[in-house]
């Protein structure tokens, strides 16, 4: 993601509070267990994640792993939530300190110092281990913890289309 791409991200999220959450259209893809997730994640998530829902959906049909996918692909961020302000952090040094991005990123998500860096690179596999405790399907927990990985390291794997097309969706929004 881009500097730019995570300061409109942060100015949406700003005014998240001024539009509203398509909650019926979540709760068509989603199970009640699911719902309740996606009913946990902050106000600027849930609308990033339909968000997301609407342009897989625009793109082709699209499978139900896929939309479920696309709603609790940052699920796992409720673990740690992080302010507009810290994402951003984590992604100016992301882009410009790379080394020093590698070191906050490993370990304890707990110091407050250290936690976007963590979330940023924990949160694909955080989100994959809540949908299978809430019963995600096999192809949506796969397609949620490989959703910010390099698409390209997939080529060969079965969900490479869906998971290419998640993350268009992802970027777009």
Same mark, same amino acid.
């Given at each position: 993601?881009?500097?730019? @791409?995570?300061?409109?991200?942060?100015?949406?999220?700003? *005014?998240?509070?001024?539009?509203?959450?398509? !909650?019926? %259209?979540?709760?068509? @893809?989603?199970? &009640?267990?699911?719902?309740?997730?996606?009913?946990?994640?902050?106000?600027?998530?849930?609308?990033? #994640?339909?968000? +997301? %829902?609407?342009? +897989? $959906?625009?793109?082709?049909?699209?499978?139900?792993?896929?939309?479920?996918?696309?709603?609790?692909?940052? =699920?796992?961020?409720? !673990? /740690? &939530?992080?302010?507009?302000?810290?994402?951003?952090?984590?992604?100016? =040094?992301?882009? *410009?300190?790379?080394?020093? *991005?590698?070191? $906050?990123?490993?370990?304890?998500? !707990?110091?407050?110092? !250290?936690?976007? *860096?963590?979330? /940023?690179?924990?949160?694909?596999?955080?989100?994959?281990?809540? $949908?299978?405790?809430?019963?995600? #399907?096999?192809?949506?927990?796969? %397609? +949620?913890?490989?959703?910010?990985?390099? +698409?390209?390291?997939?080529?060969?794997?079965?969900? /490479? &289309?869906?998971?290419?097309? %998640?993350?268009?969706?992802?970027?777009?929004?």
């Amino acid at each position: 993601m881009t500097a730019a @791409y995570r300061i409109r991200q942060g100015v949406r999220a700003l *005014f998240a509070f001024a539009r509203p959450i398509d !909650r019926a %259209l979540a709760a068509e @893809y989603l199970t &009640p267990p699911l719902l309740a997730l996606f009913d946990q994640m902050r106000r600027a998530e849930q609308q990033h #994640s339909l968000n +997301v %829902l609407r342009s +897989v $959906l625009a793109q082709d049909q699209t499978p139900s792993d896929l939309a479920v996918a696309a709603l609790l692909h940052d =699920v796992g961020k409720i !673990r /740690y &939530p992080l302010a507009v302000w810290q994402k951003t952090v984590a992604v100016l =040094v992301r882009a *410009f300190l790379p080394t020093l *991005f590698r070191r $906050l990123s490993e370990g304890d998500p !707990r110091p407050f110092w !250290r936690r976007a *860096f963590v979330v /940023y690179v924990q949160h694909p596999a955080w989100s994959g281990d809540l $949908l299978v405790q809430t019963g995600g #399907s096999p192809d949506a927990v796969w %397609l +949620v913890t490989h959703h910010a990985d390099d +698409v390209e390291q997939w080529r060969d794997h079965a969900l /490479y &289309p869906l998971l290419k097309r %998640l993350q268009m969706a992802d970027d777009a929004n």
